[in-house]
């Protein structure tokens, strides 16, 4: 008998409430929820591009956040992996992008910094064969560098490749194959993209005219002059030109800066720097950390970090070493401008540079420092439900983000005050 009139209303109605009690349901099971905090990206003036993981459908959140007003705008990406170390973040004053794999592919969101307008979507690598993780290189990810970023694939069967992007148009206008696979070392400089493998050094023009490689076991950048060791020789290549001069025999660390218009190299075994117009410095070491950076800008004061862990001032104009702290194997020694910043476990101190005197705190809970959380007189520190800023200098908070940003509490240093 079919149903007419009043019944059928009742019927209807109780399809709707049935529809939006399920669709409700759905609504709240399936909406999106941050999760742990992943890592960020440094910005001057307070900021920090930040990413987290959603915890309902492996998502990710991409967040502007002001260290002093707090959340920006926040907004959500399909997923977000990258190398363990490496970040998938770039951002300028045109774009915000994060990387991620999708549909095997690497894909790329751009947002306006301002606003978290979405800009545009970049597909990478669709001549490649798909891949699950989208040819996501197991050593960098991406290299932001002012108006440019550069993304680093690696497919299963061939060599590492870059891509060029432009954070103003939202376009590659290039991409290059490296000669073999992996990463050891990245440097940008205004004019070239420098990418050091195992056994070689590739230099790319920024805008993808030449690209070039040679030879070597260590690398470092400075200004625009490239620094490689092939068999035991230090070699100096001015990068616009590829004209080259001998730095001597040793055995380079891969480590090196200017001071004074002169060139500095570190060497190893024993530890020494090298000045490029005569004369070494021993350092009272058997060799140095593993891929050294000098902490500093190579003012006249600077910290190096020796295999043992030892921090040693050097004073570049003196060619003396001024002070020593005895920290520990492991620890990072990172340049903050007018501070090194040693992380060592828990503990984290600011050196000043010219006398070796420490401020300490303990920053228990929180990830790895890292070259990307530090920015305009600020690092960053990560906790898994919350963020928290420190002035480099004094380690007191500038500002704080999230349900439980991290806490610090103060701490002596253990190697007590730097011998002198």
Not at 75 to 85: C, F, H
Not at 194 to 220: F, H, K, M, N
Not at 300 to 310: C, H, I, K, Q, S
């Amino acid at each position: 008998m079919p149903i007419r009139g009043p019944k059928v209303l009742l019927a209807c109605g109780c399809l709707v409430v049935l529809l939006a009690g399920t669709a409700g349901w759905w609504m709240i099971r399936e909406r999106p929820k941050a999760g742990p905090y992943l890592d960020v990206l440094a910005l001057e003036g307070d900021f920090v591009v930040a990413i987290r993981s959603e915890t309902t459908r492996g998502r990710a959140f991409v967040e502007m956040v002001d260290g002093k007003q707090g959340l920006r705008w926040q907004a959500l990406v399909p997923s977000y992996r990258v190398p363990d170390g490496a970040i998938g973040v770039a951002a300028n004053d045109h774009a915000v992008t994060v990387r991620f794999p999708r549909d095997g592919r690497t894909q790329i969101f751009g947002f306006a910094p301002g606003t978290a307008q979405k800009l545009g979507t970049l597909i990478l690598g669709n001549e490649l064969a798909k891949e699950p993780d989208g040819h996501m290189s197991p050593d960098v990810a991406t290299i932001s560098a002012g108006p440019d970023a550069f993304e680093i694939l690696e497919p299963d069967l061939g060599p590492t490749r870059v891509y060029e992007v432009s954070l103003l148009h939202g376009i590659s206008s290039w991409h290059r194959d490296l000669p073999t696979r992996g990463v050891e070392g990245a440097w940008p400089t205004p004019a070239h993209l420098v990418i050091e493998q195992p056994g070689q050094v590739t230099v790319l023009d920024r805008d993808g005219a030449e690209q070039w490689s040679r030879a070597a076991d260590e690398a470092c950048v400075v200004d625009e002059t490239l620094v490689v060791s092939s068999t035991d020789e230090v070699v100096a290549i001015a990068l616009d030109d590829r004209a080259e001069r001998s730095l001597g025999r040793g055995a380079f660390a891969g480590a090196c800066g200017r001071h004074a218009g002169v060139l500095v190299i570190a060497l190893d075994h024993p530890a020494r720097l090298r000045f490029a117009d005569g004369g070494e410095l021993p350092l009272g070491g058997d060799g140095l950390a593993t891929s050294p950076t000098f902490a500093g800008d190579l003012a006249r004061y600077e910290p190096v970090m020796l295999a043992d862990g030892r921090v040693i001032g050097v004073d570049l104009e003196a060619r003396t070493i001024v002070w020593t702290i005895a920290s520990e194997p492991g620890a990072t020694l990172l340049p903050a401008g007018v501070v090194a910043l040693l992380r060592q476990g828990e503990l984290l101190a600011s050196i000043d540079p010219r006398t070796g005197d420490a401020i300490a705190v303990r920053t228990p809970g929180t990830l790895p420092l890292r070259p990307q959380h530090v920015a305009g007189g600020g690092v960053w520190l990560i906790g898994e439900r919350g963020l928290l800023e420190l002035d480099v200098a004094t380690l007191e908070p500038r500002g704080t983000f999230g349900k439980r940003p991290p806490e610090v509490t103060s701490a002596a240093v253990p190697w007590g005050s730097a011998t002198r």
